[in-house]
């Protein structure tokens, strides 16, 4: 399956999230794995499944971190900040609110392939 025309930028932005919130060093070994010259955009349904999956369980991941970062902090355990407890919690929710609009983006894609005539 070929990705063409709009959605290709949509894709290459969930690509860019995805190595953002892997880090450094994962994005480096996942590079190693595709060929030269190949951007990516070719992929089965199963794969953009995992990559669908994965990016919930980074968001959820990132949640409960910021979830435990804030107890601790009310419970006052020591080595532990308020301001990493703020950071936390400011990249949980933008990682959801960008998940919300990569799901805002596939409702409007599937919407507008519905009313298309064949």
Known sequence: M???GPGVS????????????R???QSLAVQRLEPHGVSGV???????GAMLKGALDN??????????LATDVELGV???TIAEAMIAASKSSIAF???VQVRNKVVEA???IMTMPV
């Not at 949509?10 to 919130?21: D, E």
């Not at 968001?59 to 435990?68: E, I, K, S, Y």
């Open 110 to 112: 599937y919407k507008e």
């Open 78 to 80: 020591p080595g532990v």
């Open 10 to 21: 949509l894709y290459n932005q969930m690509q860019a999230m995805a190595q953002q919130a």
């Open 42 to 48: 070719s992929h089965s349904q199963s794969d953009f």
């Open 2 to 4: 070929q990705i063409k």
């Open 59 to 68: 968001v959820n991941g990132l949640q409960m971190h910021a979830r435990g």
């Open 23 to 25: 880090g450094p060093q």
């Open 97 to 99: 609110e960008a998940t």
